[in-house]
C-alpha cells in the first residue's frame, strides 16, 4: 500500500525575535511575557547510516519557555497545532524538495507572547495510491459518522497497555440520536475529492453545528459540562494530504497513513486535532485515530461509512435455536461434577501455547458464589509454576452437535491474563489438534482489553492463521455481556450482546460436523496473553451462567 522515498531534512537558519504587550490597566494578575524560547528539531530515525532520517518525513519538535503556558507551531506548509507541552512531531509531506519557515509562538497570561522561527528544508515523496483511491473514490467521496456501528466514537489510552483501542469508552449504535446536544454528530458530511492536479480536497460540511469535546466547548460558546453539538464555523473546502504513520501501533492495527487536513479543519467530532490516523479503510467505511490537542495521553477513534444519513437500526439476530436443552447456572455452592471436570497442570509445552499457569482444582482457583462461577489467576509457587488458575471441560459428560451457546459474564483485567469461553472436537485428545477442530467462543486477552475475540481453528486455518473477528467491548472487565455461538451445518455465528461479529460458511469439509464440548478458563501469558504485568497479583472472571440451545 505504501511507497516511500528517503526524506533529507536540515535546519538552515534560526530567528528569534519577541512579541510583548502590556497594559498596567489589565486586571489580570500578573501578566508575564514568555522568555528565554528555545527549539530543538529531531529527524525522526536518523542515523549515521540515514543522516536524513528514516524517510517518514516526521519531525520532532521540543520548544520551551519561561512562563509559558502553551505553544503554537505554525509549520508554513498550510497546518499548524497547539501544544500544552511544547512537544510534537509533524510530517512535512509536498512532494519534491521545499523549504518551509516553522514558527513557534509560546504564549503566556495576559495574551503576552514571544516566536521564533526555524528553517527547514525538506524532501518528501511519500505515496500511497490505494488509500487515496478509496479515500476519495478516485474522484469524491462523500463519508458519515457511521452511527449503526458499535465503537463508532470512543477513546482510550494513546500509549502503554490497550493503546490500539477505545478501552475507556465506546458509543453504542446510535447513542447520541436522542439529545440535542448531540444529535448533530450524525448529520455531518465529509468529502474527500481530487483537484486537477491530483490533490487531496476536503469539505466539510456540519449543517450548522458540530459537536464538540468536552474540552474545547468553552471555545464556541458552550459551557464546560459535557460534549456539545455547537456553532462551528471552520467549514469549507480545505487542502489535505496523506502521510506516514509516526504513532508506534502495530503493523496489524493500522493502514501507516495519516490524513493531514490544513487550517485546522476537523472529521466530525471535534478535539483541535488536523490529523487522523487511518487505521482501516475499505470502499465504504473507514476507522480513524486522532490524538486530542489538550491532551497527548488520550487517542479517540471514530468510525465511518459511505451511507448517506442515519442508517437504519440493525436487524435483530434471529436464531434457530430456542430450546434449551442443558445449562448450568451456578445457583449452588461447589462446582457441579456431573457437568463439569478440572484440568489439572500445565499440560505438554504449557497446553501448547507457552503458558505460564498451572491448573488446579482449588476453590482458590474456581468456586461457586452468589450465584456466580468464580475462575481465578493467581501470581502464586505451584509445582514449578509461578502461577495458578483454573480450567474446566464438559468432555465426556455434555457433548452435542448443532445449537446455540450462550454465557453471561464479566472477563478478568491485568496484563498477561488470557481468558477463553470455547469448545473442542470431542474426539481430543484421542485425535490431533486441529483435525478435531476448535471454537474460540470468546477469547480476551488483558493487554489488548478494549475487544473480545473469536476464532476458529481447523486444517488449514489454525494457530496464526485461524478464521478471526473480533468486537470493541470497552467495559468487558466491569459489566457483565453475553458471549455467544450459533453453529449449524451451514453457516457459524459469532455474537456479543446479540450482535453478530464473525462469520464463518460452514460445510463437509470441515470438523463442524460433530460432537464438540465446553471448556471455560483463565491463561496465563502464551502465545496470546503475552507478557504478564511485574504488578499482577489476581484477577477473577465471573460467569453468570451457561445455555445451550437446540431446535
Known amino acids: 500500500m505504501r511507497n516511500i522515498i528517503k526524506i533529507s531534512l536540515s535546519v538552515l537558519a534560526l530567528l528569534f525575535f519577541s ?36 524517510g517518514s518525513g516526521a519531525v520532532n519538535f521540543n520548544a520551551s519557555a519561561d512562563n509559558a503556558m502553551s505553544y503554537k507551531f505554525i509549520y508554513g506548509d498550510g497546518f499548524e497545532e497547539v501544544s500544552s507541552t511544547g512537544e ?47 479515500l476519495t473514490g478516485g474522484s469524491s467521496k462523500t463519508w458519515f459518522v457511521a452511527a449503526s456501528q458499535p465503537a463508532h ?23 447520541k440520536a ?67 504513520s509516526t504513532s508506534g501501533l502495530p503493523e496489524e492495527a493500522t493502514t501507516g497513513t495519516v490524513i493531514n487536513i490544513a487550517g485546522g479543519g476537523t472529521m466530525s467530532y471535534y478535539v483541535g486535532s488536523s490529523s487522523y490516523e487511518i487505521l482501516d479503510i ?24 459511505t451511507s ?41 509445552n504449557g497446553w501448547g501455547n507457552n503458558e505460564a499457569q498451572y491448573y488446579t482444582d482449588s476453590e482458590d482457583n474456581v468456586r461457586v458464589e452468589d450465584g456466580n462461577l468464580v475462575i481465578t489467576a493467581k501470581r502464586e509457587a505451584e509445582s514449578g509454576f509461578n502461577f495458578t488458575s483454573a480450567r474446566i471441560t464438559t468432555k465426556d459428560k455434555f457433548e452435542f452437535t448443532y445449537g446455540r451457546v450462550e454465557i453471561r459474564a464479566k472477563l478478568p483485567a491485568g496484563g498477561g491474563t488470557w481468558a477463553a469461553f470455547w469448545m473442542l472436537g470431542a474426539e481430543w485428545p484421542e485425535e490431533d489438534w486441529p483435525g478435531v477442530g476448535e471454537m474460540d467462543i470468546m477469547e480476551f486477552v488483558g493487554n489488548d482489553p478494549g475487544k473480545t475475540i473469536s476464532a476458529l481453528h481447523f486444517p488449514g486455518n489454525s494457530g496464526g492463521n485461524a478464521i478471526v473477528g473480533d468486537t470493541q467491548v470497552a467495559d468487558a472487565t466491569s ?37 464438540f464440548y465446553l471448556l471455560f478458563n483463565i491463561a496465563m501469558g502464551g502465545t496470546l496473553g503475552g507478557n504478564i504485568a511485574d504488578d499482577f497479583q489476581e484477577s477473577s472472571m465471573e460467569i453468570d451462567y451457561v445455555k445451550v440451545y437446540q431446535e
Not at 26 to 48: A, K, M
Not at 99 to 128: H, K, R
Not at 206 to 230: H, I, K, M, R
Not at 322 to 347: K, Q
Request: charged residues 20%; hydrophobic residues 30%; glycine residues 8%.
Open 479 to 515: 459489566e457483565f455481556h453475553i458471549y455467544e455461538v450459533e453453529w449449524t451445518s451451514e453457516k457459524i455465528t459469532f455474537l456479543v450482546d446479540g450482535m453478530p461479529h464473525l462469520e464463518f460458511d460452514n460445510d463437509d469439509s470441515t470438523p463442524y460436523q460433530d460432537d
Open 178 to 244: 436522542g439529545a440535542e446536544v448531540s444529535s448533530c454528530f450524525y448529520t455531518d458530511e465529509m468529502t474527500f475529492s481530487l483537484n486537477a492536479n491530483d490533490n487531496i480536497v476536503y469539505n466539510y460540511n456540519n449543517n450548522g453545528l458540530t459537536f464538540v469535546n468536552v474540552a474545547f466547548t468553552g471555545d464556541f460558546g458552550g459551557d464546560g459540562s459535557e460534549d456539545q453539538c455547537l456553532d462551528y464555523d471552520n467549514t469549507g473546502d480545505f487542502s489535505a494530504s496523506l502521510s506516514p
Open 88 to 134: 510534537t512531531t509533524h510530517s512535512f509531506n509536498e512532494n519534491g524538495v521545499n523549504d518551509y519557515t516553522v514558527t513557534i509562538i509560546a504564549s503566556g497570561t495576559g495574551g503576552n507572547s514571544s516566536s521564533m522561527s526555524t528553517m527547514v528544508t525538506v524532501f518528501s515523496d511519500f505515496n500511497d495510491p490505494e488509500t487515496k483511491e478509496l
Open 282 to 305: 475499505t470502499a465504504t467505511t473507514m476507522d480513524v485515530r486522532v490524538i486530542p490537542d489538550n491532551d497527548p495521553g488520550l487517542a479517540w477513534y471514530l468510525k465511518f461509512t
Open 308 to 348: 448517506q444519513g442515519e442508517e437504519e437500526e440493525p436487524e435483530e439476530f434471529e436464531s434457530q435455536f430456542n430450546t434449551e436443552i442443558w445449562s448450568d447456572e451456578f445457583d449452588g455452592d461447589v462446582l457441579d461434577t456431573n457437568n463439569w471436570n478440572y484440568e489439572i497442570g500445565n499440560g505438554v
Open 153 to 175: 466514537l470512543g477513546v482510550g489510552p494513546s500509549s502503554g497497555e490497550g493503546f490500539t483501542s477505545p478501552i475507556f469508552y465506546s458509543a453504542a449504535p446510535f447513542e
Open 19 to 54: 512579541i510583548a504587550c502590556t497594559d498596567d490597566d489589565y486586571e489580570l494578575g500578573t501578566i508575564t511575557t514568555p522568555s528565554n524560547l528555545t527549539v530543538t528539531t529531531e529527524v525522526v530515525g536518523q542515523t549515521e547510516d540515514m543522516p536524513n532520517g528514516d
